[in-house]
């Protein structure tokens, strides 16, 4: 506790300075990725929600129209919206773990072990 | 005549098994107790639960008996528009997953208020995140302890207000008692206790209902639709509660965008993230939520037309409790009298553990935020007094909520949950989306958001139809709105985060450019290497 509590209020533990680790190319790098996924996927998530709300709120007999036997229009594309949250999900994860977390992992090493 | 006699059920049994209910996880809190010292036990559970225990725990959070009674309800008597809901609901998880989770969970200690004022002047910017942490806990607190009182009606055949009112106070005491001695690991025990009993009792009559329609949903649908009569074929698609007007088709589009931000923004959500030892594991807890919660909401889809189908909307409505009796009637016509105990317990049991992770919220947030940090500076050394300070805290947002939940049962104040949510889409996510991913980002465009998003939230909903002015009903010579026969609304929607939202956003801008402060470039820095890598995160307590 102790440790961690010092880590927190002062520089980082090692010798590089928080800002010389937030210019390393490896640190940008890093950044690029996280940034480079998460944001196209956000904006991708709430437009297909928001197309639903839409389409939900303006477009009722189109949600309305029968697909096969008592299932709508509107029933499928509400589902597809749990699928697509599922498959997000499971997206992120797969490149959160191979593509994010061996580099931070790598450079949280660095600025933890280094110095000591 | 209340729902018990309706169906059939015994309100001894429901009483019974609640009460089994109360025991083990009485005495689960106790054995949880024995490592509570420090306040990272007290506020954060040693940060030593595993990524699929919080996850349990998150859905077990999220879950209130507003989602489980109230989107089933809403399902079988407004069909598609019930569903809409839970999509809002889940789909809002995303962003706590992409955005919000991990990076919380390596910069702050303990509440939303630390990520916040990171990089900021500490005492106006926690001051102000601890205010909107307050108001979102107090507004959910109140509702949700507002419905015990209704549930109770409705489950334990306790018709008199006195009766109710004995009730609130004992499940507010309970709740006391939970925060108390097991600070946020007993809680966190009672939250995944209660997930898993819920989504398993809805899972088994999930299956049920599926199975009395052949695995067919296309035929429960059409029973559903050929039971409800004439317009019944409107439940199958939307527009049925939203549909009415220009205005209600607006406050639907309102709603939707509150709910799919809100959740990120919820404080007692936030604040489970850091009760998992690493980013991974947060990352890992929001997995288990958004599959578990998403699940759960697919069986109530199914559980709701079931209701309609098998109850039959009339049934619904006209039994105490109205839409919220769907789902324990379906019970009752199911499983008869046991399966009726069951799920009443567990509905009941959903409102105790709610509570219980509000108050230690709300009650972490005044200690850590306010008195630490505020009043002593950040320089009270003295962690034990800190704990202290929450406890005496928790003390009295429950005798709080106690007195709220008795004062406002029976009013109309359902409003209060997406109040919550539009305050927690309004003033809370704008300026978490801002602190982590906007450089520029100061002390004066935080203000500014948390401010501006909460007092344009609660103002437009003073002034909205909610509170005053909607048309009196004919049969029941009632309004809609919370209060009678005065009319003082300007602002046409039920909703304010259509206006709110973009409102906060604006404002953390204007306010970061129009002001002459710089950012702190070292601070931003610090907290861009520790979000992304996790360096110097607080690390798990051993034991």
Known sequence: MSTTERAAESGPPGTATWAEVQADPRFRELRRRLRGFVFPMTALFLGWYLLYVLLADYAHEFMSMRVVGNITVGLVLGLLQFVSTFVITTLYVRYANRRLDPLADEIRGEIEGGGR | MTLAQAAGGSPALNLGIFAVFVAITLVVVFRASRNTRTAADYYAAGRAFT???????ISGDYLSAAS?????GAIAINGYDGFLYSIGFLVAWLVALLLVAELLRNTGKYTMADVLSFRMRQRPVRTAAATSTLAVSFFYLLAQMAGAGGLVALLLDVEDKGGQAIVIAVVGLLMILYVLIGGMKGTTWVQIIKAVLLISGAAVMTLWVLGKFGLNLSTLLGEAVSRSGDGGDGLLGPGKRYGLSEASKLDFLSLSLALVLGTAGLPHILMRFYTVPTAKE??????????????FYLFTLVLGYGAAALVGPEAIKTAPGGANSAAPLLAAELGGTLLLGFISAVAFATILAVVAGLTITASASFAHDIYANVIKRGAADDKA???????????????????????????????LVALAFAVAASANLPTILYSLFWKRFNTRGALWSIYGGLASTVVLIVFSPV????????????????????DFHWFPLDNPGIVSIPLSFLLGYLGTVLS????????????????????GAEKAVAH
């Open chain 2, 51 to 57: 990524g699929p225990q919080n996850g349990v725990a």
């Open chain 2, 68 to 72: 489980f009674l109230g989107i089933a």
């Open chain 2, 282 to 295: 947060a990352r890992r807890s929001v997995v288990w939520a958004i599959w578990l919660i998403g699940i």
């Open chain 2, 385 to 415: 007094q800190e704990v202290r300070v929450a406890r005496i805290t928790a003390v009295v947002i429950g005798a709080l909520s106690i007195l709220g939940g008795i004062l406002a049962n029976g009013q109309n104040v359902a409003f």
């Open chain 2, 467 to 486: 509170v005053s002015g909607k048309p009196v009903d004919e049969t029941t010579g009632r309004s809609a709105s919370m209060l009678q026969g005065v």
């Open chain 2, 516 to 535: 002459r402060d710089k950012a702190d470039e070292g601070k931003y820095a610090e907290m861009e290497v520790r979000s992304l890598t996790g360096a």
